[in-house]
């Protein structure tokens, strides 16, 4: 589609939000959001990749250091934990758990 790759950004006025609607993501981790969630000074050099294969096909996950959730909470007042989607939480006995886990920040204010 012609000009989908010039966004206005003052389309997406996220700002003036009702306080009640929390808006996060799932990936706090996403090294492609370097330069413009995450600073790219502060991860130079410390950003790690992990090999994965699905469907036969490999890609590489770029992934920022887990201390990077504190610079996330700079712009999103909530995080998505959604590891359980890809693996299951288990007990101290190795058996599934029901737990469903989402996590809110509760120092934004």
């Known amino acids: 589609m012609a000009g989908r790759d010039k966004v206005n950004p003052k389309e997406y006025l996220f700002r003036d939000v009702h306080p009640n609607i929390l808006i996060g993501m799932a990936s706090d981790r996403y090294a492609g959001w370097v330069g413009q969630i995450y600073s790219a000074d502060r991860y130079k050099n410390r950003i790690t990749e992990r090999r994965h294969t699905v469907g036969g096909k490999s890609f590489?996950?770029?992934?920022?250091?887990?201390?990077s959730v504190r610079e996330y909470f700079e712009h999103f007042s909530v995080l998505e934990i959604d590891y359980t989607f890809y693996r299951l939480l288990l007990d101290e006995k190795g058996n599934p758990t029901r737990i469903i886990t989402s996590w809110v920040n509760t120092s934004v204010t």
């Open 60 to 67: 590489t996950e770029r992934i920022l250091p887990v201390e």
